[in-house]
C-alpha cells in the first residue's frame, strides 16, 4: 500500500484545478476530492524564530524573510464535506463558492488548534458560520483554552456557540495511528504537540490511498526544513514542537511520501528529502494543473 502526506504521488492521476486567481486546487486521491484553499498571507520576519543561529539565518534567510501562508484543506468524500481548520474566513466563503459549496453544506470541521489564523472563519457576525457542521478538537486543546484566563475569550466563544456539536478526541500517536479508531470515516487524529498543547494533524485514508495534513508542523519552510531545531517564538512548548517536528518529518520521509501544511507556501504540497541533518521540500508544480 502506498502511502501519501498530503497528497499526491504522481502515480495518481490528478485532477488539480486553479481558481480564484490560485487561491483553490483540486485533485482526486482514492474515492475523495480534496482542495487547498488558499487564505493569502505576507511575510514572516526572523524575529519570529527561536533557536536560529547567525549562520543558519544568514545561509537559509539571506533577507530576513520567509513566506508566511495560511492554507484551509476541504476534503470531499462520497459521504461528507469536511474542512481541516477554517482560516482567517478572509477567502474562505468565496473558495468554497467557487466550488459550488456553501458554508451550510460543510459536514465537519477538523481543526489542528485554536489559534486566531486557523479559527477565524469558524464565525460570522457572532453566530456559527457553519450551522449543519461537527466541530472537532483535541482534548488537550479545549482544556488548554479553556483554563487560560483572558487570553483564550475567543476561543471560549467558539466552544460556546458550536457546544451541542463540539466532539474531543485524543489524538494517536504516529506509530499508533494505524489501530486507533478514527475521529470520522475515513479520518485519524495525530498527536504534533508542541505548537500548542493539543496541536494535531490528520491522517486521510480513501481507496488504500493515505495522507497526513501537519497543520503548523512548520512555518518558515526555507529554514526548519535544513534546521528542523528551529522554532518559533510563539510555539507553547519548543521542546515538544522541535521533537513533534522531527517525528512527522522522519515519518514522512521514511516513508518516501508526499506532504503538506497550513503554513506550506501554496499549493501547500510536495516531496520530502534527508538533506544533511534535515530535510528538503520540493513542492508539486503548477504546472500540473488543468
Known amino acids: 500500500m502506498r502511502i501519501i502526506v498530503l497528497i499526491l504521488m504522481t502515480a495518481l492521476m490528478p485532477l488539480v484545478s486553479a481558481q480564484n486567481e490560485q487561491t483553490v486546487i483540486s485533485f482526486r486521491a482514492g474515492d475523495c476530492t480534496v482542495s487547498v484553499l488558499s487564505e493569502g498571507g505576507g511575510q514572516g520576519n526572523a524575529g519570529l524564530l527561536k533557536g536560529a543561529t547567525p549562520e543558519q539565518l544568514q545561509k537559509y534567510l539571506p533577507d530576513g524573510a520567509f513566506s508566511l501562508q495560511t492554507q484551509v484543506f476541504l476534503v470531499r468524500t462520497p459521504e461528507q464535506n469536511i474542512l481541516i481548520d477554517a482560516g482567517h474566513g478572509k477567502n474562505l466563503f468565496a473558495n468554497l463558492q467557487s466550488l459550488a459549496l456553501e458554508a451550510s453544506q460543510i459536514d465537519v470541521i477538523l481543526l489542528t488548534h485554536m489559534h486566531g489564523d486557523h479559527i477565524g472563519g469558524l464565525l460570522r457576525d457572532g453566530k456559527t458560520a457553519f450551522p449543519n457542521a461537527e466541530l472537532y478538537i483535541a482534548q488537550a486543546e479545549y482544556d488548554f483554552w479553556n483554563n487560560n484566563g483572558d487570553r483564550g475569550a475567543s476561543q471560549r466563544k467558539i466552544f460556546e456557540i458550536y457546544k451541542e456539536k463540539l466532539h474531543l478526541f485524543v489524538p494517536a500517536e504516529i506509530e499508533n495511528v494505524a489501530h486507533t479508531p478514527e475521529i470520522v470515516k475515513g479520518i485519524s487524529a495525530v498527536a504534533a504537540y508542541g505548537h500548542t498543547p493539543g496541536h494535531t494533524a490528520y491522517q486521510l485514508q480513501s481507496a488504500g490511498e493515505k495522507w497526513l495534513i501537519w497543520g503548523d508542523l512548520t512555518h518558515a519552510l526555507p529554514i526548519q526544513m535544513p534546521c528542523p531545531e528551529v522554532a518559533l517564538s510563539f510555539d507553547t512548548d519548543t521542546e515538544k514542537a522541535i521533537a513533534s517536528r522531527k517525528k512527522l518529518l522522519e515519518y ?30 520540493s513542492p508539486i508544480c503548477l504546472c500540473e494543473g488543468i
Open 252 to 281: 514522512i520521509v521514511g516513508n518516501r511520501i508526499t506532504a503538506g501544511g497550513m503554513h506550506v507556501p501554496f499549493p501547500a504540497i510536495g516531496t520530502l528529502k534527508r538533506q544533511g541533518d534535515g530535510y528538503a521540500f
